[in-house]
């Protein structure tokens, strides 16, 4: 990660959520006081971010790209 945190045992495995719209997602949960584990990320298959729940988990808000 960005901050240098590295996976440590047992990974990061996480659940992967496809939303159609993911900056009004991101500002919808960071404004409900939710915390993000990164920044958002894009590439040519689309957008990413990784969002913290409660037990710590990883869950994953992924926007396909436009085609």
């Given at each position: 990660?960005?901050?240098?945190?590295?996976?440590?045992?047992?990974?990061?495995?996480?659940?992967?959520?496809?939303?159609?719209?993911?900056?009004?997602?991101?500002?919808?949960?960071?404004?409900?006081?939710?915390?993000?584990?990164?920044?958002?990320?894009?590439?040519?298959?689309?957008?990413?971010?990784?969002?913290?729940?409660?037990?710590?988990?990883?869950i994953e808000l992924f926007q396909l790209a436009a085609r």
């Open positions: 990660m960005s901050d240098g945190v590295k996976p440590s045992p047992g990974g990061w495995n996480r659940i992967h959520l496809v939303v159609d719209d993911l900056a009004s997602e991101v500002t919808r949960l960071r404004d409900a006081g939710l915390t993000f584990r990164n920044e958002m990320i894009t590439g040519t298959g689309g957008s990413q971010i990784l969002l913290v729940d409660p037990s710590g988990n990883l």
